[in-house]
T-cell receptor, first 117, second 109 residues
């Protein structure tokens, strides 16, 4: 059973380009979370999705950022018109049941390191 | 809104020392997680606990629900334990995890 798979591991984009980050949850997991880790800062929640639904996007910037988790295929975090401040590590986690529930363990991917030049 | 505080922020110790990292939070939660992150690496879950104490090898995690406090202990520390240790909570009104800022641990040989 493969763990949470994120790709690419490293992504370099020029300012103004689009970045697409992919996350395949663990088998049997239908809950996906995206987190951002800015340089020298802690991890911050961005968005929580279930299959075909965004449940909570309260941590995601209102502009340029979007996320989806289609019926088939990986979850995608999309950043349009990237700026230098978007440079960060983006982590995906998945769980079998809702994250707020007791005894729900989250499993993390290796992260995607985005560098905007 | 839950606030998660960790201490110390940085810790350097000699190989073999007993290590303690502390975490406190401000609201009732479903569970508390201890995570490990090596530089440039992914995040590994060490423990998830909602009460009492758990042990895995040289690592021990405890939680006091009434005090809203948890500790992570490392016995007989080794240089390979050098990493960032992150405390996180689930529940408490949040859908995802709420994280502390992490503790940078360096174990010198």
């Amino acid at each position: 059973n493969a763990g949470v798979m994120q790709n690419p591991r490293h992504l370099v984009r020029r300012r103004g380009q689009e970045a697409r980050l992919r996350c395949s949850p663990m088998k049997g997991h239908s809950h996906v979370y995206w987190y951002r880790q800015l340089p020298e800062e802690g991890l911050k929640f961005m968005v929580y999705l279930q299959k075909e639904n965004i449940i909570d996007e309260s941590g995601m910037p209102k502009e340029r950022f979007s996320a989806e988790f289609p019926k088939e295929g990986p979850s995608i975090l999309r950043i349009q018109q990237v700026v230098r401040g978007d440079s960060a590590a983006y982590f995906c986690a998945s769980s079998r049941s809702p994250g707020g529930a007791k005894n729900t363990e989250a499993f993390f991917g290796q992260g995607t390191r985005l560098t905007v030049v | 809104k839950n606030e998660v505080e960790q201490s110390p922020q940085n810790l350097t110790a000699q190989e073999g020392e007993f290590i303690t990292i502390n975490c406190s939070y401000s609201v009732g939660i479903s569970a508390l997680h201890w995570l490990q992150q090596h530089p440039g690496g992914g995040i590994v879950s060490l423990f998830m606990l909602s009460s009492g104490k758990k042990k895995h090898g040289r690592l021990i995690a405890t939680i006091n629900i009434q005090e809203k406090h948890s500790s992570l202990h490392i016995t007989a520390s080794h240089p390979r334990d050098s990493a960032v240790y992150i405390c996180a909570t689930s529940g408490g009104g949040a859908d995802g995890l709420t994280f502390g800022k992490g503790t940078h641990l360096i174990i010198q040989p």
